[in-house]
């Protein structure tokens, strides 16, 4: 299994960034997708997943700012960021767990200015 995760950048403080994460195909039983992220000195943390059956969770801090979505085929998911603030700087991972593993991609980073 291989996630390949893109979109990450350098915004300003308000503005808006996009991240997609493409899943090898051929992936079987995915019981979620989703992202997380870790900030320099901090614990990798939850942002939002969304399950097979297409029900979302987010982080509390992220709540009505971020949107995440899948395509038919769970082959990828998006994160949607929109009023960014610094503190959502981090490096940003998506995730796909199976009834069997957990599986992580190589992490794109985020910048976020004042």
């Known amino acids: 299994v291989q996630l390949q995760a893109s979109g990450g950048g350098f915004v300003q403080a308000g503005g808006s960034l996009n991240l997609s994460c493409v899943a090898s195909?051929?992936?079987?039983?995915?019981?979620?997708r989703g992202w997380y992220r870790q900030a320099p000195g901090k614990q990798r943390e939850l942002v939002a997943t969304?399950?097979?059956?297409?029900?979302?969770k987010y982080a509390d801090s992220v709540k009505g700012r971020f949107t995440i979505s899948k395509n038919i085929t769970e082959n990828t998911v998006l994160l949607q960021m929109t009023s960014l603030k610094p503190e959502d700087t981090a490096v940003y991972y998506c995730?796909?767990?199976?009834?069997?593993?957990?599986?992580w991609g190589q992490g794109t980073l985020v910048t976020v200015s004042s």
């Open positions: 195909k051929g992936i079987l039983f995915i019981r979620s």
């Open positions: 969304i399950s097979r059956e297409g029900t979302t």
């Open positions: 995730n796909l767990r199976t009834t069997q593993r957990n599986y």
